[in-house]
């Protein structure tokens, strides 16, 4: 058993000061203050050093981090562990992965060569799937991506990318992916059909989109609005549909406010329902537009993500992105035409931001990073600390750097 002390605890639903969490396995045992949560004598002792101890963060859309990215079916074997070795550096415990676009043909081996990989991803945050950016986006608000790469959804399509990320697991297998760890033993033996394609973003305008959306929501996959320069109207009926549960990247690619032309933006700010992700950077959004966003939706109903390309937690550099050459320059991720290029912000600065921007608790903010992207998904057992939940731990200190990174059980990063 090992024991992580003396640090607060955030759950992130209450703060528990001078903390203890308790592991024993993959889960965590207990959890409570030092005062009432007695330690095995034999059980291995984590000094947090005075720092928070939080849940692991949950990044929902990301391309790349510190170089890494998916680029070739042929280099996913390699680049896949890589990445999820490189975010949990961040304070990532949990993660989808976009990969690059290109013609039907290889998004398909894209997704083949993933949901290959994800099942024998070890050392670092775990893969939970993959978030399909494209290529059913609208090309008048593509951003990065190239207009060729982008078209209309079709049935065909669609089936044909949900079957390739299908696979056969044991449900042991299949649990210790999506965080269920308490499975009896003969029952782990049995094997279930699994998914990988577990989001897709999708521009209500485009043709057919509606009914794909639905064939999506049937089976098992989460549709978020996005990309799209489509009408107040469209993008409202889009959301009350029930099809689409998601927006992706808040603000960006969309049709902005205007008081007598509401746009993409205007739908999801008036929803009750909606949960939307934001890319807190302070360049995709202002902070001040971020603060707005918080008061319209509440924090329950904003998940936090990077949005990262390669050069995710770096300063400087020259990448390939969506097949084209990216570059940072002043803190940004630009292609060649000045065009934004997806994000270099890591989930824990994300969070910090949040924090800052926002004018939130440590909770608040943290729970659009674990809970929110969690429930999201329909994960019950991630996201936050609590006796029974899978032993996702991050320590970090008060500038949001991470000191160590646990992943069921496992530390995968250390300082």
């Not at 170089?67 to 975010?87: Q, W, Y």
């Not at 992965?97 to 998004?107: A, C, E, L, V, Y």
């Not at 990320?165 to 094997?191: C, D, E």
């Not at 390309?309 to 292609?335: C, H, K, W």
């Amino acid at each position: 058993m090992r024991a992580i002390i003396n640090g607060t605890i955030y759950t992130p639903l209450e703060t528990i000061p001078d903390g203890v969490v308790l592991v024993e396995g993959a889960t965590i045992h207990a959890i409570g203050a030092r005062a009432s949560t007695p330690i095995p004598r034999d059980a291995e002792i984590i000094d947090a050093r005075g720092q928070a101890i939080v849940p692991g963060l949950i990044d929902l859309h990301t391309y790349g981090c510190l170089g890494t990215s998916m680029t070739a079916p042929e280099r996913i074997a390699d680049e896949l562990p890589a990445f999820a070795r490189n975010v949990a550096r961040f304070g990532v415990t949990r993660f989808l992965i976009s990969p690059t676009m290109g013609d039907r043909q290889f998004i398909a081996n894209m997704l083949i060569a993933i949901g290959n990989t994800i099942p024998i991803t070890r050392g670092g945050a775990i893969p939970l799937g993959i978030h399909l950016e494209g290529p059913w986006l609208d090309p008048e608000q593509r951003g990065a991506f190239p207009v060729e790469v982008l078209h209309a959804p079709t049935m065909d399509e669609a089936g044909e990318y949900l079957n390739a990320t299908l696979r056969n697991m044991r449900i042991s297998q299949f649990s210790a992916i999506v965080g269920v760890t308490k499975i009896a033993t003969p029952v782990a033996q049995l094997r279930v059909k699994q998914k990988f394609l577990r989001m897709v973003t999708l521009a209500p305008n485009l043709p057919n989109a509606l009914e794909v959306a639905r064939f999506f929501q049937n089976n098992g996959v989460r549709v978020s609005l996005g990309h799209s320069n489509t009408t107040y109207e469209i993008a409202r009926d889009a959301i009350n549909s029930g099809a689409y549960s998601l927006v992706t990247h808040i603000y960006n690619a969309m049709s902005g406010l205007h008081h007598r032309n509401p746009g993409v933006l205007g739908a999801v700010l008036s929803s009750d329902e909606i949960t939307a992700m934001l890319i807190c950077d302070g360049i995709h959004a202002h902070p001040a537009a971020v603060k707005i966003f918080f008061r319209a939706l509440g924090t329950d109903r904003v998940i936090l993500v990077t949005d990262s390309i390669p050069g995710g937690g770096m300063t400087e550099g020259t990448f390939t992105m969506l097949n084209q050459s990216a570059r940072i320059v002043d803190g940004v991720a630009r292609l060649e035409n000045g065009t934004i290029a997806g994000s270099i912000l890591t989930l824990n600065r994300a969070v910090m931001n949040a924090r800052e921007f926002g004018a939130l608790s440590l909770n608040d903010a943290l729970k659009m990073a674990t809970t929110n992207p969690a429930r999201a998904l329909g994960l019950g057992n991630i996201g936050r600390l609590e006796t029974g939940a899978d032993a996702d731990i991050v320590v970090m200190g008060d500038s949001g750097n991470v000191a160590l990174t646990m992943v069921a059980g496992e530390i995968v990063y250390r300082t």
